[in-house]
């Protein structure tokens, strides 16, 4: 046992000489541990440390001898992770003439001195009863405790009381209550989980291990295995992972040099190179540990199930009921499915997809016995690949998928009991795998189920007011679960390098024919996976008031049939990336690109001429209801061309002649807003006589008011007036004060322009931890659009305050003149596209130096 300085003892003070006593011998333990990587010999190492000391520090302060220190927690198991909080308890008799609370500061206050970070309580026994009683976390803490020194006698009693005021099915309904409530609250940590308290991290392991010992079994995973809770093999397993997870921990603490339980990005790429991971071709080391961690936490959640439904069978003795017959396979016990032979499924393997189908159709069953959720996940290594050749099994995966109802619980449950990776192999390539791209925020294989999950949400009645459009289209969509392919296979290839669409329509070509679905469907699948990311990127970068724009997508489209499946798969898609990628605005872009195609592809070739005029009709119809006369509209028309009328809808065009009436020549700038026609965010005009940094100016603006731009028309009237249209929200979602920033924005930025003020200094915020981890190498490209007419210059760039102003003063600094900008923001990711021309375009050395000083100002 490590020892304390005895000379430390004579010193004055000997806080001091135990300090530096103490943090050698850490560090002494931190080289063993790197040499041996030992995770059990170092917790029990560094809490025998910690004890001597505590002792040492009790004895030289000269303790009361009627009381006792107590090891409580992770502690109290022996069990203390570098820089892991102390947890102490003091324990005190009930009655004593001695007032012990100056000692105990000075003892508090010593270890604090040394470095040791404490949190501690001082109670008696009684009040340790009485509390435990009313919090559960009082009473898993005292569940594991260990006298340190002082009164044994004291603590022997207390040991008594507690064990015999401890309720067992109390305390177990509230650590599993606890846990429900823990994953929930860490559901949506994927990018930075915590390794304690994420579903499969170290919490769940020593939950079964609390139950496990509150219920009288013992608290290792060798006492489950003697009274057959899990197998050798189980308990094998789960000393593997909990191995790992404690590893991970211990290096993520030393790498911290403090308490830090999540895997955050500032360490991701240090914690990967010290256990040896390498960046290989086509993904980072950090995504490999990630991944090792996501597939080690889904393995625990897996064996976590199954203990724990067996503990409660033991804790809560089922009463006598009759089984009920099912069919000749399986049976009813309980409210839950049970194989009628445990080892159904070692003969039978497919009786595995039975049972799946089986959850699927009887909606009163609540999942299976741990006997047959333990046998199904043993036999899941029998799916392979006769299995997958089988056409019996075929078609029940197919059932599975066609079925009305509860397809996603269906698919969620074979991923969660290892089946899915295990039949479609390339599904099973990408569960755990991170997407370090800034805007998914998901592994891969959960992205794909939160798209088929949108993707069957479409299809729910009592959900059709959350997309209208989409639920419509869903319920005259033929065979749906083409849909639910496509959103399975879309991104099954990520991470292999090369296109992961193209790819991916390999995969999915090869899975439709072996399971004999008809060409024609074969064919939509194949085409979806393809193509899943061709309307997002036309909605969001391409100008869709360019019929040209329109004529080529539906030329690639090519069907109706293939535009809705394209349009349900797109949007369930997006949403599925993250709860932040989608908005109202991207949602309204892709309605307007689904309903102009389909306009194209049922025959309308109506003319440039006849699709203008009809435009203006909408327009003067609109503004006949504010009693507007016939010629109000004539003095603007007059000075705006056919490009303005294509860009602008009927009802922006009659918000601007209605506003800008009696103003076509007003030398005061024109700034007016209103509520966003996409419902999310603010619509904003702005007219006044064209500046040469007005683009720039208009952007340092917003991004000072913390605005984010959706959207920006640009236009230039025939008499050298700007009138511009900027979609803008607010990042931070302060949805009741939009009406409120109206009338800021309709004030503050008028009078900017109308003053010309000089241009501010650029935004300096903060970039996300994200980017500064894995940033984003900017991209930029100056090219003819398709008429020769104008330059599109696209940029992809991480994300950043200041990030449009940068670019507007690049492109003055040329003398570019801009048309449109198409603004994208997925995340931390910007994919931002341009309308722009300009003398200085002309000439190829200047466009590669405007490239060059384009890319200097994205990395900021």
Known sequence: MPQPAGAALSESPPGARWKSRLNQQRRAQELRYFENRSASGLLRGHSRLIDAQLAAVWRHLEMPPTIALVAVGGYGRGQLFPYSDIDLLVLLPPTTQLNPQHKLEQFIGMLWDMGLEVGHSVRSVDECVALAAQDITVQTSLLETRLLTGERKLFRRFEREFARAF????????????????????????????????????????????????????????????????????????????????????????????????????????????????????????????????????????????????????????????????????????????????????????????????????????????????????????????????????????????????????????????????????????????????????????????????????????????????SRLMSDFANPELLFLAGLFHDIAKGRGGDHSVLGKADAARFCRDHGLPRDDVELVVWLVENHLNMSHTAQKQDLSDPGVIDAFAAKV????????????????????????????????????????????SGDTRSLDSSLQQRQDAAKAKLRLYAISEQAHEKLWAQLEVSYFLRHGPDEIAWHTRLLNYRVDSDAPVVKTRLSPAGEGLQVMIYVRDQKDLFARICGFFERSSFSIMDAKIYTTRHGYALDSFEISDPYNRKPQYRDMAGYIEHELGQRLLNQTPLEPLTQGRVSRQLRHFPITPEVSIEPDERGVYKVLQIIAGDRPGLLSRVARCLVKYGINLHSAKINTLGDRAEDVFLINGAALGDAKTVVQLESDLVQQLQG
Request: proline residues 3%; hydrophobic residues 40%; aromatic residues 8%.
């Open 558 to 601: 090519g069907t109706d049939r293939r535009l809705v499946a394209l349009y349900l798969l797109t949007v369930a898609d997006i949403r599925g990336t993250s709860p932040k990628v989608w908005n109202a605005w991207k949602g309204k872009l892709l309605e307007d690109l689904f309903l102009a195609t389909r306009r194209r592809l």
């Open 167 to 470: 309720e067992v099915q109390r305390f177990c309904k509230a650590k599993r209550l606890e846990q429900e409530q823990r994953h929930e609250r860490y559901r949506d940590t994927n990018l930075e989980p915590n390794i304690k308290e994420t579903a499969g991290g170290l919490r769940d392991l020593h939950n079964i291990l609390w139950i496990s010992k509150a219920a009288g079994i013992g608290d290792g995973w060798s006492d489950l295995v003697k009274k057959e809770i899990i197998t050798r093999r189980e308990a094998a397993q789960l000393r593997l992972h909990e191995t790992f997870l404690r590893n991970l921990r211990i290096q993520l603490h030393y790498l911290a040099r403090r308490r830090e339980e999540r895997l955050v990005f500032d360490v991701q790429t240090a914690l990967a190179a010290q256990m040896g991971l390498r960046d290989t071709a086509h993904r980072r080391a950090s995504e490999h540990l990630m991944q090792r961690f996501y597939r080690t936490a889904k393995e625990i959640s897996q064996i976590n199930t199954v203990v724990l439904q067996n503990l409660d069978a033991l804790i809560f003795p089922p009463r006598a009921q009759a089984t009920q017959k099912l069919n000749v396979r399986f049976q009813v016990r309980n409210e839950l499915l049970e194989a009628r032979d445990e080892g159904l499924f070692r003969r039978s393997p497919g009786a595995m997809l039975e049972a799946i189908s089986l959850l699927q159709q009887h909606h009163e069953l609540k999942g299976m016995t741990a006997s047959t959720l333990r046998a199904l996940w043993r036999a899941s290594s029998q799916i392979n690949r006769a299995f997958r050749a089988d056409p019996a099994n075929r078609e029940r995966f197919m059932q599975i998928l066609r079925s009305p109802t509860r397809v996603l619980r269906a698919l969620i449950r074979m991923n969660q009991c290892g089946l899915l990776g295990r039949y479609i192999p390339a599904f099973g390539r990408i569960i755990g795998q991170m997407q370090h791209d800034l805007y998914h925020v998901y592994t891969v294989d959960e992205h794909i189920l939160k798209v088929v999950r949108n993707l069957r949400r479409f299809a729910v009645l009592d959900l059709a007011h959350e997309f209208p459009l989409c």
